[in-house]
Nanobody
């Protein structure tokens, strides 16, 4: 089956930086819109950032100027570089890939990001 595996989560102090990675198996990212979602405790997942096949990016307003999404199709990997982290960024972060014309959507298992002193 298709697998998306996230890594890079952990504990970081406010103002610090962290980079998340998502590696795919059994698919080619070149066919997909890829992105990162996050889920706060007790709430539904929200879209954080996405990048499409042409390189166009989209961010939720709360992370604009602080987070950067990128992808390396040759490595089937998507990244989320997070800078100037705030305690309110604390959440479980999930990798997502969508191939609309094929009717396919995949999710990773999630990685915990905690921003705290």
């Amino acid at each position: 089956q298709v697998q998306l595996v996230e890594s890079g989560g952990g504990l970081v102090q406010p103002g610090g930086s962290l980079t998340l990675s998502c590696v795919a198996s059994r698919i080619s990212f070149s066919n997909y819109i890829t992105g990162w979602y996050r889920q706060f405790p007790g709430k539904q997942r929200e879209l954080v950032a996405s990048v499409d096949r042409g390189g166009a990016v989209n961010y939720v307003d709360s992370v604009k100027g602080r987070f950067d999404i990128s992808r390396d199709n040759a490595k089937n990997t998507v990244y989320l570089q997070m800078n100037s982290l705030k305690p309110e960024d604390t959440a479980i972060y999930y990798c997502n890939a969508v191939w609309r014309t094929a009717g396919l959507e995949c999710w990773g298992q999630g990685t915990q990001v905690t921003v705290s002193l």
